[in-house]
């Protein structure tokens, strides 16, 4: 099991930048994938951004390249989000997850969830 806990959603306006942050509890958190993954109201919930356990391979939706970067500071078990160039459709409830598997991709099973931060973005 591993904890997860979410920090650093806000509401900006259009244009702005926010950084998430998702910490960690587990001693093996060098050895998952984390992603990133947000949900709006009466939408479903949808892959935003992963790396993989070495941070060697990053993913990311077609919404957000360019705009976002997902990064991890392993002996910090940390994984964050840097979000520039926010759009009123970037609102969302933001969820960082974690994959045993390691791979951090889209398509992976995420085992543990954190409980989200709202990121509002107005225009």
């Known amino acids: 099991q591993v904890q997860l806990v979410e920090s650093g959603g806000r509401l900006v306006q259009a244009g702005g930048s926010l950084r998430l942050s998702c910490a960690t509890s587990?001693?093996?958190?060098?050895?998952?994938?984390m992603g990133w993954f947000r949900q709006a109201p009466g939408k479903e919930r949808e892959f935003v951004a992963g790396?993989?356990?070495?941070?060697?391979?990053?993913y990311y939706a077609d919404s957000v390249k360019g705009r976002f970067t997902i990064s991890r500071d392993n002996a910090k078990n940390t994984v964050y989000l840097q979000m520039n160039s926010l759009k009123a459709e970037d609102t969302a409830a933001y969820y960082c997850?974690?994959?045993?598997?390691?791979?951090?991709?889209?398509?992976?099973?995420?085992?543990?969830w954190g409980q989200g931060t709202q990121v509002t973005v107005s225009s």
């Open positions: 997850a974690a994959d045993e598997t390691g791979w951090g991709s889209s398509t992976q099973k995420y085992n543990s």
């Open positions: 587990g001693r093996a958190f060098s050895r998952y994938g």
């Open positions: 790396i993989s356990w070495s941070g060697a391979n990053t």
